[in-house]
């Protein structure tokens, strides 16, 4: 038995999504594809001071993660927020931070 099987899959599914949101670049990553109001072609790293390969990286992430979708367009890839998952990544954390709000009107 794994250590991480002690959880259950409600935190197992959070810890991943805050995991897939720990690094800036996925964050600049996401504001900046959410900040094109379309799905876009072409390198990202163009807009964002990182390198291809490192965009790269954190896109393999994000669409892991089911944040983003990706689609080949000819020799491009195409990119774009999935609408669905974003909506359901901040319910998921509303309903956390709804969970541990101190019960006790006192700050320890």
Same mark, same amino acid.
């Given at each position: 038995?794994?250590?991480?099987?002690? @959880?259950?899959?409600?935190?197992?599914? !959070?810890?991943?999504?805050? =995991?897939?949101l720990?690094?800036? &670049?996925?964050?600049?990553?996401?504001?900046?594809? &959410?900040?094109?109001?379309?799905c876009?072609?072409?390198?990202?790293?163009?807009?964002?001071?990182?390198?291809?390969?490192?965009?790269?990286?954190? !896109?393999?992430?994000?669409?892991?993660?089911?944040?983003?979708?990706?689609?080949?367009?000819?020799? =491009?890839?195409?990119?774009?927020?999935? %609408?669905?998952?974003? %909506?359901?990544?901040?319910?998921?954390?509303?309903?956390? @931070?709804?969970?541990?709000?101190?019960?006790? %009107?006192?700050?320890?």
């Open positions: 038995m794994k250590k991480l099987d002690l @959880f259950n899959d409600q935190q197992q599914a !959070l810890a991943n999504l805050a =995991k897939a720990s690094h800036p &670049a996925r964050i600049a990553i996401l504001q900046y594809l &959410a900040s094109c109001k379309t876009i072609s072409g390198d990202i790293s163009d807009h964002l001071p990182l390198s291809r390969t490192t965009v790269s990286q954190h !896109l393999k992430e994000l669409k892991a993660i089911g944040l983003i979708k990706g689609e080949v367009e000819g020799l =491009k890839m195409r990119y774009c927020l999935d %609408k669905l998952a974003i %909506k359901s990544l901040g319910a998921t954390f509303e309903s956390f @931070f709804d969970d541990i709000q101190p019960q006790n %009107k006192e700050n320890c």
